[in-house]
């Protein structure tokens, strides 16, 4: 009973705090309302009070096959979406919604999850948050969790306050017949204050969220399922001095409680957040943990150097991320530079990373990457690129049977030495036959050529590995006063693995026309390919695509589109079939404001709801 009477006062003291922080807001908010020019106000009432815009859109799909292929979605499908915005007085209040018939397949539990609503308003540097909301502070703190609950930010000047409180995760039973675990209802809140002017920035984040353990009824068979509680604090800031040189970082720590019913234990915690009373309590499940990053930039005439450094502790964990990366360390390094009198770009970036920093685990995995990136223009007729990436790990496993037989350390044992590289290229010309000026008839040719390359090594013998290439070479033409514009292509790619090769090649065709006063787009596309299987020819495809697209009165837009694909085999394992799709779809574009209106709508907002 006293227990509970304890979680009860830490949770009232809880809901005291955010009270208190969303009275200082209002007033605070108050404050900076009515301190503004009373003349501009009123000229602002002068206006239309109420103003609506928005679009709206119906789609439906129809799919069918003809052949030895099983239908691989639905018939017959229809979606229905849309995006509103209501401004009063110069709040906006948009909104967005999005229905289909796939919802009724929705059998996953909790149901409740595919229904979410949220509205965002804001005025000028005012945004509140009510429902369903995304709000971010960092990657190690609270980074876009979705929360069911209110907030505000505000952004006067050279300040910045953000705070919310909410539900982050909602109580589901556990139901061991469709393997769904328990989860515990999860309540959150969180605050971040900081300053921003010209070349400075400094923020302060606060994050704390905490399970209810009496949210689930029935007994928990899971016993690895328990109630938590989660307290993370984080500070960045950033400085550019000399207008070239700029340093940034970031640390945070987080208390990470797995069982909230366990004994408390002060001893162990760091002071601060031994200190903090009422917001955490340590207890014996209790983990702490850091995480920080660093990093300088240099800024020359015409040529940039940086270097970054980032470490997180394993079992580094927040409550306001959905999937968190810990246990490593890394180190990067970036250049770039601009040559002969700045018609080519040259980038440079090389990194190291590794993981095990606590040297507990069975194995040690250390990372290289590199990349090298160039774009060249010698002439308004040329441009040339290419990029050029190396990823390498190396992974040392140590068996129990090494780690407990093992004689001398030095000497580990090369069966267990894994090392996977990865590489990647690319390249791309594109020339500009005739007249640069020429704007009329504009014609193009561009090659691009790709590949990637995998390889496995063990015990110093290549076992696996893959390689793929691929190249296209295209013509356009584009004539402006016709509203045309053609293009024809050869495509071709290679895959060759250590047991088979598998090769495609084949050209493509494809036009763009707009008519009657460019209402009216027409599209169509034909590609043939041939599909080569160990040198031998194993199948044909042809695919043929027809897109038609009205626009009325600026407002009405209608669609039409039908793709169909047919695939003949000579393989008697493989399958012969043909498969369309037709979209048949309507939207409709309004707004009550005028242009000048318009132009000064510059945020859309976050108001959104799920299906």
Same mark, same amino acid.
């Given at each position: 009973?006293?227990?509970?009477?304890?979680? !009860?006062?830490?949770?009232?003291?809880?809901?005291?705090?955010?009270?208190?922080?969303?009275?200082?807001?209002?007033?605070?908010?108050?404050?900076?309302?009515?301190?503004?020019?009373?003349?501009?106000?009123?000229?602002?009432?002068?206006?239309?009070?109420?103003?609506?815009?928005?679009?709206?859109?119906?789609?439906?799909?129809?799919?069918?096959?003809?052949?030895?292929?099983?239908?691989?979605?639905?018939?017959?499908?229809?979606?229905?979406?849309?995006?509103?915005?209501?401004?009063?007085?110069?709040?906006?209040?948009?909104?967005?919604?999005?229905?289909?018939?796939?919802?009724?397949?929705?059998?996953?539990?909790?149901?409740?999850?595919?229904?979410?609503?949220?509205?965002?308003?804001?005025?000028?540097?005012?945004?509140?948050?009510?429902?369903?909301?995304?709000?971010?502070?960092?990657?190690?703190?609270?980074?876009?969790?979705?929360?069911?609950?209110?907030?505000?930010?505000?952004?006067?000047?050279?300040?910045?306050?953000?705070?919310?409180?909410?539900?982050?995760?909602?109580?589901?039973?556990?139901?061991?017949?469709?393997? *769904?675990?328990?989860?515990?209802?999860?309540?959150?809140?969180?605050?971040?204050?900081?300053?921003?002017?010209?070349?400075?920035?400094?923020?302060?984040?606060?994050?704390?969220?905490?399970?209810?353990?009496?949210?689930?009824?029935?007994?928990?068979?899971?016993?690895?399922?328990?109630?938590?509680?989660?307290?993370?604090?984080?500070?960045?800031?950033?400085?550019?001095?000399?207008?070239?040189?700029?340093?940034?970082?970031?640390?945070?720590?987080?208390?990470?409680?797995?069982?909230?019913?366990?004994?408390?234990?002060?001893?162990?915690?760091?002071?601060?957040?031994?200190?903090?009373?009422?917001?955490?309590?340590?207890?014996?499940?209790?983990?702490?943990?850091?995480?920080?990053?660093?990093?300088?930039?240099?800024?020359?005439?015409?040529?940039?150097?940086?270097?970054?450094?980032?470490?997180?502790?394993?079992?580094?964990?927040?409550?306001?991320?959905?999937?968190?990366?810990?246990?490593?360390?890394?180190?990067?390094?970036?250049?770039?530079?601009?040559?002969?009198?700045?018609?080519?770009?040259?980038?440079?970036?090389?990194?190291?990373?590794?993981?095990?920093?606590?040297?507990?685990?069975?194995?040690?995995?250390?990372?290289?990457?590199?990349?090298?990136?160039?774009?060249?223009?010698?002439?308004?007729?040329?441009?040339?690129?290419?990029?050029?990436?190396?990823?390498?790990?190396?992974?040392?496993?140590?068996?129990?049977?090494?780690?407990?037989?093992?004689?001398?350390?030095?000497?580990?044992?090369?069966?267990?030495?894994?090392?996977? !590289?990865?590489?990647?290229?690319?390249?791309?010309?594109?020339?500009?036959?005739?007249?640069?000026?020429?704007?009329?008839?504009? *014609?193009?040719?561009?090659?691009? !050529?790709?590949?990637?390359?995998?390889?496995?090594?063990?015990?110093?013998?290549?076992?696996?590995?893959?390689?793929?290439?691929?190249?296209?070479?295209?013509?356009?033409?584009?004539?402006?006063?016709?509203?045309?514009?053609?293009?024809?292509?050869?495509?071709?790619?290679?895959?060759?693995?250590?047991?088979?090769?598998?090769?495609?090649?084949?050209?493509?065709?494809?036009?763009?026309?707009?008519?009657?006063?460019?209402? !009216?787009?027409?599209?169509?596309?034909? /590609?043939?390919?041939?599909?080569?299987?160990?040198?031998?020819?194993?199948?044909?495809?042809?695919?043929?695509?027809?897109?038609?697209?009205?626009?009325?009165?600026?407002?009405?837009?209608?669609?039409?589109?039908?793709?169909?694909?047919?695939?003949?085999?000579?393989?008697?394992?493989?399958?012969?079939?043909?498969?369309?799709? /037709?979209?048949?779809?309507?939207?409709?574009?309004?707004?009550?404001?005028?242009?000048?209106?318009?132009?000064?709508?510059?945020?859309?907002?976050?108001?959104?709801?799920?299906?």
């Amino acid at each position: 009973m006293t227990k509970e009477l304890n979680e !009860l006062n830490v949770l009232n003291k809880q809901k005291s705090m955010m009270k208190i922080l969303l009275i200082i807001a209002s007033i605070f908010i108050t404050a900076n309302v009515l301190g503004q020019d009373v003349e501009h106000m009123l000229d602002r009432f002068k206006k239309k009070p109420l103003k609506f815009s928005g679009d709206i859109s119906a789609n439906q799909v129809i799919y069918g096959t003809m052949g030895d292929l099983d239908m691989r979605r639905q018939p017959f499908t229809w979606y229905l979406m849309g995006n509103f915005n209501v401004a009063l007085y110069g709040w906006n209040f948009p909104f967005s919604f999005s229905l289909s018939d796939q919802q009724s397949d929705y059998t996953t539990p909790p149901l409740q999850d595919f229904s979410r609503y949220g509205v965002t308003p804001y005025y000028k540097w005012i945004k509140l948050y009510a429902g369903y909301s995304n709000i971010s502070f960092s990657p190690y703190t609270f980074n876009g969790y979705s929360m069911l609950g209110g907030g505000f930010e505000l952004t006067p000047g050279i300040f910045n306050i953000t705070a919310f409180y909410g539900r982050l995760n909602h109580a589901v039973e556990e139901d061991t017949a469709i393997q *769904q675990e328990a989860v515990y209802k999860r309540m959150g809140y969180g605050f971040k204050t900081g300053i921003k002017k010209d070349a400075l920035y400094c923020d302060f984040m606060f994050f704390k969220a905490a399970d209810d353990s009496n949210s689930i009824r029935q007994p928990i068979i899971n016993t690895e399922t328990t109630p938590g509680e989660n307290l993370v604090l984080g500070l960045k800031a950033g400085y550019t001095f000399l207008k070239s040189i700029k340093i940034d970082g970031e640390f945070s720590r987080t208390a990470y409680t797995r069982d909230i019913r366990s004994a408390e234990q002060t001893d162990r915690a760091p002071a601060v957040f031994a200190n903090i009373k009422g917001l955490f309590t340590p207890r014996v499940s209790s983990q702490y943990y850091s995480a920080y990053k660093a990093g300088l930039n240099y800024l020359g005439n015409g040529y940039g150097l940086g270097f970054g450094f980032e470490h997180i502790d394993p079992g580094y964990q927040t409550m306001g991320a959905y999937y968190f990366n810990n246990d490593l360390e890394n180190f990067t390094i970036n250049a770039n530079t601009s040559l002969f009198k700045q018609k080519m770009q040259l980038a440079v970036n090389f990194g190291l990373e590794r993981n095990n920093l606590a040297q507990d685990k069975a194995a040690t995995m250390k990372k290289t990457v590199g990349a090298v990136n160039v774009n060249y223009v010698p002439s308004p007729k040329w441009n040339l690129a290419f990029s050029y990436s190396n990823f390498s790990s190396f992974t040392n496993i140590r068996s129990n049977f090494e780690v407990l037989n093992q004689v001398d350390p030095l000497k580990p044992l090369d069966t267990l030495n894994y090392t996977q !590289l990865t590489q990647s290229a690319t390249a791309n010309i594109s020339y500009i036959i005739g007249s640069v000026d020429n704007k009329d008839n504009k *014609q193009f040719l561009n090659l691009n !050529l790709s590949s990637q390359l995998a390889a496995n090594e063990q015990a110093g013998n290549p076992n696996s590995g893959s390689a793929f290439y691929n190249g296209i070479l295209s013509y356009t033409i584009s004539m402006a006063p016709r509203d045309l514009s053609l293009s024809a292509a050869i495509n071709g790619n290679y895959t060759e693995m250590p047991n088979a090769n598998n090769s495609m090649v084949g050209p493509v065709i494809s036009m763009n026309k707009l008519l009657y006063k460019k209402t !009216l787009r027409l599209t169509g596309s034909l /590609a043939w390919n041939q599909v080569f299987q160990n040198s031998q020819v194993s199948a044909t495809i042809l695919n043929a695509r027809i897109l038609a697209s009205y626009l009325f009165r600026k407002k009405h837009n209608f669609n039409m589109g039908l793709v169909g694909l047919q695939k003949a085999t000579k393989l008697p394992e493989s399958l012969s079939f043909f498969e369309y799709t /037709a979209t048949i779809g309507y939207s409709f574009s309004f707004a009550t404001s005028d242009e000048k209106d318009k132009k000064n709508v510059v945020e859309t907002g976050d108001v959104s709801s799920e299906m």
